[in-house]
Nanobody, 121 residues
Framework: QVALVESGGGLVQAGGSLRLSCAAS????????MGWFRQAPGKGRAFVAG??????NYADSGNGRFTISRDNATNTVFLQMNNLKLEDTAVYYC????????????????WGRGTRVTVSS
């Protein structure tokens, strides 16, 4: 099993930046894919970004503004979010999977509890 704990959410003004972190513990491995989803108020969960080895993948919503990175030594994944917009307001979930690297919820076996990001005008 893998446990994921997110941190770094909070309130930020539009145009600002936040860096989310997710620490993985348990049966972690460099072969794991890791990533981020988000759920905006009243909407379903949506893929944000993923990383596996040297590969990264981004949803169009964050492309150019968000950067995902990973520290394999500490089993931590980061999401640097710049130029935040009101529509980025959401609960952000860290995800991990042993073998898959997709953009659907069903492609990810492990989920954190989420960290809330609120962007104000």
């Amino acid at each position: 099993q893998v446990a994921l704990v997110e941190s770094g959410g909070g309130l930020v003004q539009a145009g600002g930046s936040l860096r989310l972190s997710c620490a993985a513990s348990g049966r972690t491995s460099r072969m794991y894919s890791m990533g981020w989803f988000r759920q905006a108020p009243g909407k379903g969960r949506a893929f944000v970004a993923g990383i596996r080895d040297l590969m990264t993948n981004y949803a169009d919503s964050g492309n150019g503004r968000f950067t995902i990175s990973r520290d394999n030594a500490t089993n931590t994944v980061f999401l640097q979010m710049n130029n935040l917009k009101l529509e980025d307001t959401a609960v952000y979930y860290c995800v991990a999977d042993r073998g898959r690297f997709g953009i659907r919820e069903i492609d990810w076996d492990y989920w954190g509890r989420g960290t809330r990001v609120t962007v104000s005008s």
